[in-house]
């Protein structure tokens, strides 16, 4: 009986290992490669931006482009960071996973090899001593007789039966160890690309500040206005309004509405103009609700790759730009300080250095009155 507990507890790790294993490292790998995907797109945006600055004429309309082009690049380039830092926490949880399993597959191998031992041990001592025919001839009846032949028989479909787990238990080591050892290279060559790349954001910084330092003040204020253009923070909100007709999410929020905390978990605010407001905050810090609603919409910026998020308090609309990442859905209700995604980077046109910040705002049924984003706050 215990020969035949230890296999069925082999037999049940063995069918673990085939149905559970493959598909988690299946997974893994996917988000291995899907990173891969997205370090390949930004490198290549990258160089395709090294090749606009390169052809750039000496000129002053060709200064603002370089530092209009160097801006983007930096932030591009911090995306870049951003994503092999990604990647480098999926490799160590692969290799991590991939170790434990490789050595628990392993104390399994040695263990079913010390039982296929003990196996052919015992049974070359009966064979050396005829114990076989004295176990068989001292059978009480025929039937006991056969019962003894056929355990007998049994015992040599276990030795069978161990050769086989032997053999799976070893592919299945071999299987990981290979794995394990791609993802080591993985992960020393994404480290030295993190390395490489952290290196050229800084000359890029510096190149970005001394370009800028060509600029006049009123030229760097263009750049800052073509800028914000770009990321779009203007946003067609009568045709947000038109959406909000008749919402009853958030409804009681209104003007006086108070006690809101700041979008931005641990920020601080910064004013912007009209009815935005700059939030500054630490990088991956969450961004949140700032009260009970609807999202109206969620959008893409097609130039800086971040994600505009719309929220409905009954009429009124409060809106989320420049983050990384989103946490909600299109038409999802949404709680006070739920978090709704993540802020993004950005580079500080002054200064030239990356930051995380998030551009809020916030609209009135009314278009006629504006809201001073940077006062809502204030306890």
């Avoid at 071999?174 to 954001?201: E, G, M, P, V, Y």
Wanted: glycine fraction near 4%.
């Amino acid at each position: 009986m215990t020969w035949i507990k230890q296999i069925t507890r082999t037999v049940l790790v063995l069918v673990a290992i085939v149905l559970v294993a493959p598909h988690s490292v299946a997974q893994n790998s996917k988000k291995i490669a899907e990173q891969q995907r997205v370090i390949a797109n930004l490198e290549k945006r990258i160089a395709e931006d090294e090749r606009k600055i390169k052809n750039l004429k000496n000129s002053k309309s060709s200064t603002q482009k370089k530092v209009n082009l160097l801006t983007r690049q930096i932030e591009s380039r911090n995306q870049l960071l951003n994503a092999n830092r990604k990647q480098i926490n999926l490799l160590n949880r692969d290799i991590n996973r991939t170790d434990s399993t490789a050595r628990s597959l392993s104390a399994q191998l040695e263990r079913t090899k010390a039982q296929y031992a003990e196996l052919v041990r015992e049974s070359y001592r009966n064979y050396r001593h005829n114990n076989y025919l004295s176990y068989i001839f001292s059978s009480e009846s025929f039937a006991d007789a056969v019962r003894r032949i056929s355990i007998l028989r049994n015992v040599a479909v276990m030795r069978s039966e161990k050769i086989k787990e032997i053999d799976s238990l070893s592919y299945e080591v071999a299987r990981h160890r290979d794995t394990l050892a791609q993802r080591k290279t993985a992960l020393d060559a994404t480290r030295r690309n993190l390395n490489s790349q952290k290196q050229k954001l800084q000359k890029e910084a510096n190149a970005a500040r001394t370009t800028v330092k060509k600029l006049t003040k009123q030229e760097k204020q263009a750049l800052q206005n073509k800028l914000a253009r770009e990321e779009q923070l203007e946003v067609a909100i009568n045709e947000l309004r038109r959406l909000t007709k008749g919402n009853k999410e958030g409804a009681s929020f209104s003007k006086m509405t108070s006690n809101l905390n700041l979008p931005v978990q641990g920020g601080t605010v910064r004013k912007y103009k009209g009815n935005m407001a700059e939030i500054v905050g630490r990088q991956n810090a969450g961004v949140i609700s700032i009260y009970a609603g609807k999202v109206l919409d969620i959008k893409r910026n097609r130039i800086t790759n971040k994600y505009d998020v719309y929220v409905a308090h009954g009429e009124y609309i409060s809106t989320y730009a420049n983050l990384s990442e989103v946490s909600v859905e299109k038409g999802a209700k949404v709680a006070k300080n739920q978090r709704i995604g993540t802020i993004g980077s950005s580079v500080n046109l002054t200064t030239m250095e990356m930051e995380y910040k998030m551009v809020f705002g916030i609209y009135s049924p009314n278009p006629n009155e504006v809201m001073q984003a940077s006062q809502c706050f204030k306890k």
